[in-house]
């Protein structure tokens, strides 16, 4: 105190006020931050109506945090006028680092940067979750973070059921859940569960990594005896939760997933801890057979002699029954590749073996699997999954996910990067391999065993789906990966630390710190603009039946946000053709094939609007296209099209052409277009009876072309020379009690009386 009180006095000698000493716990800090990241990701309600549900803001929002934190630190490096920037890396995570620097690399190459660029952004922000938690947690207890994972699948676990039950709630909550989801319907025996999640099963991804979490975390609550229990009760409850789950919505992989990782936490239980069990089944197995006994005797005796118990006991049994012949009926279904689910993946085997034929050791490039993917598609996989009506909503048609992580790293980064990838995951299992070989007993064991389970799990899921790259589930994911390395490698752990140090000129240093600092801002800047693209986007969407003008001009502040954008190019396009604004059409259209080049739809519409300009040379060029990815036979536009440009060409005689594609085309405009020219131009017919016939013999008396369809019957009737077949037409076409009316009509009345003359 002296010593204070002295330099005190001296600073006031020299007339020189002290500063107040601060300093800023960055760790405490990054720790707020990393927790405000963790929530906005699992968060159960953002008060944007977007029409996916809640991914896309909670995507972007956790973005924003992460670039904002990024940015944050990267200045406070700068102010406190660092010399060097030390790091330090377990080395499981090393082929991480390096499939990030080669993601980077693949944007150069990419069929669409911008789009590499921004899914870049995406997986960077959750797979740093990874490293939030090793710098927070190296060597230290890890126990609170891995039971706040736990409780975040609960409560998710909680209030989807909750919004599946209460439907007040889930309207409010998500209101377009009937507009997406159909209300619940039943797809082939599957009824999916309400999440604000995105997609329903989205809940799935996430529940796969938490249930054998939570597991552990109950095990590991029961042994601190009392002052674990009411921790033990609540993750009890969790637990219990998460289970139903699987009991109202019969997500397949999620189930299979979920029962594999139980199974290797048991067997792993087993392996490590044999004399635990051991010891503690011979001192309690009296206590639990007593309490099993007394709990079923209590259970049946409130279920037989009780009317309410007897009530509860009929719900529980018609829940379960029902749930057991539900799962019964979806695993059968598995047999049939015709079923959807089985046949989408071998779609997406097929189009990925193909994708990497093509480039088997760079890939496509980040995030380039949604651009190329039509581009491999066969007949076949287009006639299972043809890009149906309505047209707006047809971009939503093409996945953006391969629906297996591992084929999906395969297809857009390489051999190389598959090799990374599967590089990062063995040595992570293998470090926790042996953290739990560790004969120490160590209470957080049982919460690493559960944690490694649930990789496992979750590992195993992303064959037939994509946790990874869903925002709950994947920061989750990461954020337990990033804790297994702390508690593996961090403090004394045997899988080792690469520690980084630039300790070169101040220059360097603060010129690395400007860069990232401009990345991050960047990166929040691209996040703030990417939501605001998205919810114009959905409102646009929800709103163009009730107001297209209101649709045109949202839609067309969100394309021109977001350029790189496919979908939203080709939404802007298809409103400018439903507002007759043609230019505005044709110039979106061109936008969204700059965007996306093998997707078909805009080729269709840009030919239509050629050959209504009367370029027929570029509409022909366009149609071709157009067939080239998009199967002829599956949608008859492509005859037609073809059809009226080869008749409507003057350059040169293509009427055979023209008349096989317009038979082909199958409609009935098309065919009473192409029988007048045969009639009238070709002065043929019996080939205008041929392709009228099949069109008579299906015709409505009600339908608008009932008199221009048997007019020209008759008309060809009297031109091959059967007056009298001819007069059978128009007599079947004029005797009726309700007179047709129209131009051919009366044409039918005229040539009937003249016929009668005769």
């Known amino acids: 105190m002296e010593q204070v009180m002295a330099r005190r006095g001296n600073s006031k000698k020299r007339g020189k006020a002290e500063p107040a000493s601060w300093q800023i716990d960055a760790a405490g800090v990054l720790k707020v931050v ?72 693949s944007i150069t190459w990419s069929l669409n940067p911008w789009l590499a660029a921004e899914r870049m952004l995406h997986y960077s922000v959750l797979a740093g979750a990874m490293f939030y938690a090793w710098y927070l947690y190296r060597g230290k207890k890890i126990r609170n973070l891995l039971l706040f994972v736990a409780a975040v699948g609960s409560v998710l676990a909680g209030w989807g059921l909750l919004l599946d039950a209460v439907e007040p709630l889930r309207e409010l909550v998500y209101p377009h859940f009937k507009e997406v989801w159909g209300g619940g319907k039943v797809i082939d025996n599957y009824r999916p569960l309400t999440s604000n999640q995105g997609n329903p099963n989205f809940l799935f991804h996430l529940l796969v990594l938490t249930v054998p979490l939570t597991l552990g975390a109950l095990i590991e609550s029961l042994t601190r005896r009392r002052a674990g229990l009411p921790a033990a009760i609540l993750l009890g409850g969790g637990l ?67 009317d309410t118990g007897s009530r509860w006991g009929g719900k529980a049994a018609t829940v379960l029954s029902g749930g057991w012949q539900n799962w019964q009926r979806r695993f059968a279904s598995l047999r049939s590749t015709e079923n959807i689910d089985v046949y989408s993946r071998v779609v997406f085997l097929e189009t990925d073996a193909a994708m990497v034929a093509d480039d088997p050791l760079l890939g496509k490039g980040v995030g380039q ?13 287009w006639e299972k999954f043809s890009l149906r009506p309505p047209d707006i909503t047809m971009w939503s048609l093409i996945p953006e996910q391969a629906h297996n992580e591992y084929l999906q790293v395969l297809v857009e980064l390489g051999g190389l990067g598959f090799v990374l990838f599967a590089a990062f995951w063995i040595m992570l299992g293998w470090s926790t391999l042996k953290s739990l070989r560790d004969p120490s007993e160590n209470r957080t064991f049982y919460l690493i065993l559960g944690a490694a389970a649930g990789l496992a799990g979750v590992l195993a899921n992303s064959m037939l789906t994509f946790p990874l790259q869903t925002v709950t589930s994947g920061l989750m994911v990461w954020t337990t ?28 240093v603060k010129t690395i710190l400007i860069v990232l600092l401009l990345l991050a801002v960047l990166g929040s800047w691209g996040a703030v603009r990417i939501l605001r693209a998205e919810n114009k986007f959905s409102m646009a969407l929800r709103q163009h039946a009730l107001d297209l003008g209101f649709s045109l001009r949202t839609n067309g502040e969100a394309a021109e946000m977001l350029p790189y954008r496919f979908e939203m190019q080709f939404v802007q396009g298809w409103l400018g053709f439903l507002a007759h604004d043609t230019t505005t059409a044709r110039i979106y259209f061109e936008r969204s094939i700059d965007a996306a080049p093998y997707f078909p739809p805009p080729y269709r519409h840009l030919a239509e609007y050629c050959f209504r300009q009367g370029d027929y040379k570029c509409a022909e060029q366009y149609m071709v296209r157009y067939g080239e990815l998009y199967p002829p036979g599956i949608d008859g536009n492509y005859h037609t099209m073809i059809g009226l440009i080869s008749l409507s060409d003057s350059t040169r005689d293509r ?103 005769q």
């Open 34 to 105: 990393f927790y405000l990241v963790l929530l906005a990701g699992s968060t159960l309600w953002f008060p944007e109506n977007f029409f996916d549900g809640f991914e896309t803001p909670k995507l972007f929002a956790v973005e924003l945090i992460s670039c904002l934190a990024l940015a944050g630190w990267a200045g406070w490096l700068l102010v406190g006028r660092r010399d060097a920037v030390d790091a330090s890396l377990p080395r499981p995570a090393l082929p991480l680092v390096a499939l990030f620097v080669l993601g980077v690399v």
């Open 240 to 306: 219990l939760l998460q289970l139903a789950c699987f009991t109202y919505a019969a997500n397949r992989s999620g189930l299979v997933a979920t029962a594999g990782a139980t199974a290797l936490f048991f067997l792993l239980l087993v392996l490590f801890r044999r004399r635990t069990i051991v010891i503690t089944a011979k001192q309690y197995w009296k206590h639990a057979l007593l309490a099993l006994v007394l709990l079923i005797l209590a259970g049946g005796v409130y279920v037989r002699f009780t």
């Open 369 to 381: 699997f949604v651009t190329e993917f039509p581009r491999y598609k066969t007949a076949r996989h």
């Open 481 to 508: 990966a990033g804790l297994l390395m702390a508690s593996c490698c961090g403090g004394d752990g045997a899988c080792g630390v690469v520690e980084i140090k630039i300790a070169t000129r101040k220059a360097i």
């Open 655 to 757: 009427f055979g052409e023209a008349s096989y594609h317009l038979q082909a085309a199958g409609s009935l405009q098309v065919g009473l277009i192409l029988a007048e020219k045969f009639l009238w131009e070709r002065r043929q017919p019996d080939s205008t009876l041929a392709v009228l016939q099949p069109h008579r013999e299906r015709i409505s008396r009600r339908h608008g072309e009932y008199a221009r369809t048997y007019f020209l019957s008759a008309a060809a009737e009297l031109a091959r020379g059967d007056s009298a077949a001819a007069l059978a037409r128009l007599d079947t076409l004029l005797n009726v009690r309700v007179q047709p009316e129209g131009r051919y009509a009366d044409d039918a009345r005229q040539l009937r009386q003249r016929l009668q003359n």
